[in-house]
């Protein structure tokens, strides 16, 4: 039988299954994903938590179950992904401005249509740096500013992103954890972040998902609904400490279980 | 004098030192009569035949005539097993079937296959290219397919994600990610279609291109007429070689990066 489904949901995951080498990583896995909010992803290493965006963004089949947005399919509706590694992401043959361009190409979107919707993200990243420059000459976090542009250009429904900040410096991910806010905020659109940071995994999110070791579950789900935008000093805020606090317990409390199932 | 020596004189000097060297060393050895001066000519009389070749004889003829047929098979390599790389490399289950075929034809000497090849095509304009298209094109095949099957598969999955069909990925993503390692194969492929058509045209009855000029010169020992035609070679297998080099960094700007 079906779960019922919150009247805010904007994706429901049902029945999700997933396997690697005979081992179950996922078993009738059940999900809603609220609309309109940043949902973080926190849990212990190996409980699969870019695996399970991937086959929702539909990058790794499902051995069963479905993804519905809005009851929509996949293929009916428009999603971004921010990956891990802009390096590997990005298109070093095509200049940043033509990355950027490039799901625009894809949905068809005439040149000025093109120019247009450029130059709008353009001015609401406040670009100063060159465009016209191939990827490989611009610094790690332009190049993840540029491939969170790209991942915008089309007015996606679900923004994904894995790990978005990883490879980036502290001040650089300061930085861009307020842009991603600012695009938030402006856009409302659907956010799934996975993060290995719990910091940020709380600091961004309107709830974070804490999953189970292997064969995963949802732990607990925990909101944090202090008012945006957030700023640094949101870090130290009692609001904050309280959900860092609750995340950290059931992290703990979950790798302790592997300890003595072990 | 100090900062000429290290300076941006010196700098463009250096890759010279060896030639000079050598050419000293030829010159060295043919004015001692180290060996028989009717096997080793001296640098001038070399010179003096590369230049007559180039100006007044038919060197230049002959080496047009072998870098036409280097040129051909090397065009039909690619068109053929360019695209076809590309789909065995991006089937590992497609490739995993052919992997040993084409190991073992590219591990066969494609010199060996001269005989075969005259079978059925007979002694012409066509044994000579297919040999080296074969040779070459096995090359490029087996560069083209690891290309995309080491292929960072990030990117496709970017296309993907953005809503790219297959066809698209493909050509779009999958076809320039292989590209530094096709160009590798490429470049391979060109030399070896060269030495296999000089070969073809020592051996398999041709009436000109550089590789019976050089075997023609040897017969009737013109020492300086030999070392012209094999300097022409070189020039010529060092001069596709820096060819596609450039056009490597021309095209893949993004290589290493």
């Known amino acids: 039988m079906l779960k019922r489904t919150a009247p805010d949901t904007h994706i429901t995951i049902r029945g999700?299954?997933?396997?690697?080498?005979?081992?179950?990583?996922y078993t009738n896995f059940d999900l809603d994903i609220p609309k309109g909010q940043i949902t973080s992803i926190f849990g212990p290493n190996g409980c699969g938590k870019s695996t399970m965006i991937n086959m929702v963004a539909g990058l790794l089949p499902m051995d069963a179950g479905e993804a519905l947005f809005d009851g929509k399919t996949l293929a009916q509706t428009v999603i971004g992904y921010v990956f891990q590694n802009y390096r590997d992401a990005l298109f070093p043959w095509k200049r940043a401005i033509d990355n950027i361009k490039y799901p625009l190409r894809i949905a068809g979107k005439s040149k000025g249509e093109c120019d247009a919707r450029t130059e709008e993200l353009v001015q609401s990243f406040d670009i100063r740096f060159d465009l016209n420059r191939y990827p490989y000459e611009l610094s790690g976090g332009q190049q993840q500013l540029v491939s969170i542009m790209r991942?915008?250009?089309?007015?996606?429904?679900?923004?994904?992103?894995?790990?978005?900040?990883?490879?980036?410096?502290?001040?650089?991910?300061?930085?861009?954890?307020?842009?991603?806010?600012?695009?938030?905020?402006?856009?409302?659109?659907?956010?799934?972040?996975?993060?290995?940071?719990?910091?940020?995994?709380?600091?961004?999110?309107?709830?974070?998902?804490m999953l189970t070791r292997r064969p995963t579950r949802i732990a607990q789900v925990v909101r944090f609904d202090a008012a945006r935008p957030r700023h640094p000093e949101t870090l130290t805020s009692d609001a904050f400490n309280r959900a860092k606090a609750q995340c950290l317990e059931v992290f703990q409390r979950e790798v302790r279980t592997k300890d003595i199932a072990t | 004098m100090k900062d000429i020596l290290s300076g941006r004189f010196a700098n463009a000097l250096t890759p010279a030192v060896g030639a000079v060297a050598f050419i000293f060393l030829w010159w060295l050895a043919a004015w001692l009569k180290v060996v028989d001066p009717v096997l080793l000519p001296s640098p001038q009389a070399s010179a003096k035949a590369i230049w007559d070749g180039?100006?007044?004889?038919?060197?230049?003829?002959?080496?047009?005539?072998?870098?036409?047929?280097?040129?051909?098979?090397?065009?039909?390599?690619?068109?053929?097993?360019?695209?076809?790389?590309?789909?065995?490399?991006?089937?590992?289950?497609?490739?995993?079937?052919?992997?040993?075929?084409?190991?073992?034809?590219?591990?066969?000497?494609?010199s060996a296959l001269?005989?075969?090849?005259?079978?059925?095509?007979?002694?012409?304009?066509?044994?000579?290219?297919?040999?080296?298209?074969?040779?070459?094109?096995?090359?490029?095949?087996?560069?083209?397919?690891?290309?995309?099957?080491?292929?960072?598969?990030?990117?496709?999955?970017?296309?993907?994600?953005?809503?790219?069909?297959?066809?698209?990925?493909?050509?779009?993503?999958?076809?320039?990610?292989?590209?530094?390692?096709?160009?590798?194969?490429?470049?391979?492929?060109?030399?070896?279609?060269?030495?296999?058509?000089?070969?073809?045209?020592?051996?398999?009855?041709?009436?000109?291109?550089?590789?019976?000029?050089?075997?023609?010169?040897?017969?009737?020992f013109n020492m300086p007429e030999m070392y012209a035609t094999i300097f022409g070679a070189g020039v010529l297998g060092y001069g596709l070689n820096l060819i596609f080099i450039l056009i490597e960094r021309r095209f893949i700007h993004w290589g290493g990066k």
């Open chain 1, 16 to 25: 999700l299954t997933k396997s690697f080498a005979g081992h179950p990583l």
């Open chain 1, 151 to 209: 991942s915008l250009a089309v007015h996606p429904e679900v923004l994904f992103l894995d790990e978005p900040f990883s490879a980036l410096d502290y001040e650089m991910t300061l930085f861009m954890r307020d842009k991603l806010q600012d695009i938030f905020e402006a856009t409302k659109t659907t956010m799934i972040l996975v993060s290995h940071d719990l910091d940020e995994a709380v600091y961004l999110a309107d709830q974070v998902l």
């Open chain 2, 54 to 110: 180039f100006v007044g004889g038919n060197l230049i003829k002959d080496l047009i005539i072998t870098v036409r047929r280097t040129l051909l098979a090397f065009g039909i390599a690619v068109v053929i097993c360019v695209p076809l790389g590309l789909m065995l490399g991006s089937s590992v289950r497609l490739y995993r079937s052919f992997e040993f075929v084409i190991d073992f034809f590219r591990s066969t000497p494609a």
């Open chain 2, 114 to 220: 001269f005989p075969l090849f005259l079978v059925i095509l007979g002694v012409g304009e066509s044994t000579k290219v297919a040999v080296a298209a074969f040779g070459a094109g096995l090359l490029i095949l087996f560069n083209t397919a690891y290309g995309v099957m080491n292929a960072r598969k990030t990117r496709q999955a970017a296309a993907r994600v953005m809503g790219a069909s297959p066809l698209r990925v493909m050509t779009g993503v999958t076809l320039l990610e292989s590209l530094p390692q096709t160009f590798v194969g490429m470049r391979s492929g060109v030399s070896f279609a060269l030495v296999i058509v000089i070969v073809a045209e020592m051996f398999i009855g041709s009436t000109d291109g550089l590789g019976q000029r050089v075997i023609n010169a040897q017969m009737i």
